[in-house]
């Protein structure tokens, strides 16, 4: 598989706006060899994750699917950067309370917009005009706050995607409104606070690496994915440091804030399901069966069942981190419900490997309880 690093940059011209560019750093992969892909897709990961993460899923896809994926690091995520106005950073994580619209969950699906664009037009460059068959519409595969990105942009701009793919998509849904979520836990400020208490720093990628795999996530991700995690993006060298020092690239306040940020959008779901054509782009909702009574669990069930057309996909022994988890099931739900492609991901000589997989993913999961 053929990684290829690239950028987008987006200025604002609104003098007041304390965060005047954010540079996105995105990823293209295709295979070795160059064939033209069988489709291409665009994924978001989840709010405090990095794309690098996903790489066991992007690897099954382009490896065994010959798909051509586009992921990037959202803003405030792994090696994606923001230039700021104020003085330090510690100023702004004290001071930067009314910049809403940075870290509002409709923004980060206009970054997806214009990367997308950006990818478009370099490659109607090089084919010679937009006509050309590499000019054609894109699959989008999200996961958590990547999923609902998704869902507005194409709901905002009808036509973007050929399908969607969503894992658990993020929405914060009234119980008034939507009486089918009282059957399910009711949200509460626990994700903010979590992540307020985010050990920030470590003494190098190897103890960070170490400390996350005895913990919460190290029983919710698969190796592969936790490693991609530390060590491709979740993780910096500290700037002032002469050691190894590291510390997170999603600083814990705007983890924090992009979950707060859900309130201002209590009636997204309403805009998407009254403009989202499923005729024209076929939405599937993936949902983790291991946790029937969790908040998550109940959006998206009621975001399929409110989206008219929509198809729910229930993946059994999968949590939340699903993605993350088991990157093969993940990626065989991805051939199956949004490329129409019913291949097995493994050789027949990699049973006894996939048997293994499995268990080790129930084992996690039953582990971690989500």
């Known amino acids: 598989m ?55 899923v992007v690897e099954q896809l382009v490896v065994s699917c010959n798909c051509r994926v586009v992921a990037f690091d959202q803003r405030g995520h792994g090696m994606s950067t923001f230039t700021t106005q104020r003085k330090n950073a510690e100023e702004f994580l004290n001071e930067d309370d009314e910049d809403e619209k940075m870290w509002s969950w409709k923004t980060f699906a206009r970054d997806a917009k214009m990367v ?95 400390s996350y795999r005895k913990g919460f996530l190290g029983k919710v991700m698969d190796e592969r994915s936790l490693r991609g995690y530390v060590f491709d993006g979740g993780f910096r060298k500290v700037d002032d440091s002469s050691g190894e020092e590291v510390a997170l690239t999603c600083e814990p306040e705007i983890e924090a804030r992009i979950y707060e940020s859900g309130e201002e959008d209590a009636n997204a779901l309403q805009f998407i399901e009254e403009r989202i054509d499923t005729a024209k782009c076929p939405i599937t909702i993936a949902i983790g069966g291991a946790t029937k009574k969790a908040y998550a669990y109940g959006v998206g069930k009621t975001v399929a069942e409110r989206i008219r057309g929509a198809r729910l996909l229930e993946l059994g022994l999968l949590g939340h981190f699903g993605p993350l988890s088991a990157p093969e099931v993940f990626a065989n739900a991805v051939y199956q419900n949004v490329l129409g492609i019913y291949a097995d991901v493994n050789d027949d000589d990699d049973d006894e490997e996939e048997e293994e997989e499995r268990e080790n993913t129930v084992t996690r999961i039953e582990r971690s309880r989500l």
């Open 2 to 56: 053929m990684m290829k690093p690239f950028s987008v940059c987006i200025t604002s011209d609104d003098e007041n706006n304390p965060h005047r560019e954010v540079q996105l750093q995105c990823y293209d992969f295709t295979l070795k060899n160059n064939s033209p892909p069988v489709e291409n897709i665009l994924l978001l990961h989840c709010n405090g994750i990095n794309c690098l993460a996903y790489k066991a």
């Open 116 to 210: 997308l664009e950006s990818v478009q037009r370099e490659d109607g460059k090089r084919a010679g005009g937009w006509a050309s068959s590499s000019a054609q519409k894109w699959h989008a595969v999200g996961h958590s706050l990547g999923g609902f990105a998704l869902l507005w942009l194409e709901a905002t701009n009808p036509g973007t995607f050929a399908s969607i793919l969503t894992y658990e998509p993020i929405f914060a849904l009234e119980s008034t409104k939507y009486p089918g979520m009282r059957t399910y836990a009711a949200p509460d400020a626990s994700l903010q606070v979590n992540a307020r208490k985010r050990k920030r720093t470590f003494k190098s990628f190897e103890d960070a690496f170490a």
